[in-house]
């Protein structure tokens, strides 16, 4: 059995055709999710990490952050964006979704700053003795650099494969 993980960053629709959408998201979840459906039997586990905003979180302009409001929990917008679930849900691999941005005083570009999401990556690459990741997702300049920067920082060891086909960059 393979021991890869398949890590996904915020495949939300605020991402895509909502709040803050980032260029060519769509194109590119589009293609992820025909990956998923013809490899995702591949990986030992793939993870999807997602925003989950409370209304007053600080990253949102009028809270003096920089951001739109965007992936507010349990608002539409916070939604992993239909064909990526569909994709995900139609394959035996073990599916974990993990939630970052929760505290409102606190951002959380990477689920690795989420002391929640730390633990349980820490627990799945452990216990299922992953010994490669490939990542992928949206905001490529932004979530998916800063997960990445983690988690090199945390697993040197890890070999990571950035899947540019399939992750979409806000410039």
């Known amino acids: 059995m393979s021991n890869k993980l398949l890590l996904i960053v915020d495949p939300q629709i605020d991402f895509i055709c909502g709040s803050l959408p980032v260029p060519g998201a769509e194109k590119k979840m589009v293609a992820l999710a025909e990956y998923v459906r013809d490899k995702g039997r591949d990986y030992a586990m793939i993870v999807v990490t997602c925003d989950a905003h409370p209304p007053l979180h600080c990253s949102f302009k009028e809270n ?16 992993i964006w239909a064909p990526i679930i569909e994709s995900l849900l139609e394959i035996p691999t073990d599916l974990t979704i993990l939630h970052k941005g929760t505290d409102h005083t606190k ?14 990556m820490k627990g799945i690459i452990e216990n299922l003795e992953i010994d490669s990741v490939d990542i992928c997702g949206l905001a490529g300049d932004v979530c998916v650099a800063n997960t990445l920067a983690d988690l090199r920082s945390s697993y040197p060891s890890i070999p990571v494969r950035v899947m540019k086909e399939f992750t979409a960059y806000l410039s």
């Open 107 to 120: 951002e959380e570009y990477s689920i690795f700053q989420s002391e929640e999401g730390a633990k349980s």
């Open 64 to 79: 003096g952050g920089e951001w739109p409001l965007h992936c507010v929990v349990a608002s539409k917008g916070a939604a």
